[in-house]
């Protein structure tokens, strides 16, 4: 079965320091997402993408955040300068838009912030 | 607005018993339901949605949820649990099903099962 797939699976970075987060989707979906979980909260939605750009974002999402389709085949979440409140349990999502629009998740990428 | 509520952040049955996980919603539009099981170090897994086709949905791995709007319900149900159901379950709620969708998640519920 086709399958979201996410690097790193966990990254240590000091805070302020610049982060990228690295997904690629399901090949024939057209939506990218991504959604954290702070541990022992909720998972909540930061922003959703299409037709290489935003097409919704969450407060959360401030200035500090932005999302990129390099190429092809990636879709990239940046945290430009990280803060200990960043620590966090980061999934990429896809889905094809239409149809069943099954959104399907990476395994995460686990981000700490010292 | 939309939100979820998940009652229970544990729940603990005997391996050939009853699931049942509970989760409400609120929203001011009628909803898309989900249910996500999320297996340990796996990425979140759909189990079964609700897109107003039926209000029994019948999921993954003997699952099933019903939607009840009067009671805005949508609990997730397994007649005889099994070892492997072991996991943490999430309930979402999104506003649209094409396009780009927002998922609104609850809190989680993980379930252990007794031998």
């Known amino acids: 079965e086709p399958e979201v797939t996410q690097t790193p699976s966990h990254q240590v970075t000091q805070m302020g320091q610049e982060v990228i987060l690295r997904c690629v989707p399901i090949?024939?979906?057209?939506?990218f997402y991504w959604y954290r979980q702070i541990l022992g909260q909720k998972v909540e939605f930061l922003v959703s993408?299409?037709?290489?750009?935003?097409?919704?974002k969450s407060e959360i999402f401030d200035d500090q955040f932005s999302v990129e389709r390099p190429d092809g085949s990636n879709f990239t979440l940046k945290i430009r300068s990280t803060k200990l409140e960043d620590s966090a349990m980061y999934f990429c999502?896809?889905?094809?838009?239409?149809?069943?629009?099954?959104?399907?998740f990476g395994e995460g990428s686990w981000l700490t912030v010292v | 607005a939309q939100s979820v509520t998940q009652l229970g952040s544990h729940v603990s049955v005997s391996e050939g018993a009853l699931v049942l996980l509970r989760c409400n919603y609120s929203?001011?539009?009628?909803?898309?339901l989900f249910w996500y099981v999320q297996y340990p170090n796996q990425g979140l897994q759909l189990l079964l949605k609700?897109?107003?086709?039926?209000?029994l949905v019948k999921g993954i791995n003997g699952f099933e949820a019903e939607f009840k709007k009067s009671e805005t319900s949508f609990h997730l149900t397994k007649p005889s649990a099994h070892m492997s159901d072991a996991a943490e379950y999430f309930c979402?709620?999104?506003?649209?099903?094409?396009?780009?969708?927002?998922?609104?998640f609850g809190q989680g519920t993980r379930l252990t099962i007794n031998p």
């Open positions: 609700y897109t107003s086709a039926a209000t």
């Open positions: 929203s001011s539009v009628p909803p898309y």
């Open positions: 979402a709620v999104s506003d649209q099903d094409q396009g780009a969708q927002k998922l609104v």
């Open positions: 993408f299409y037709n290489n750009e935003i097409s919704e």
């Open positions: 090949s024939n979906h057209l939506y």
């Open positions: 999502a896809s889905s094809e838009g239409q149809g069943s629009n099954t959104i399907y």
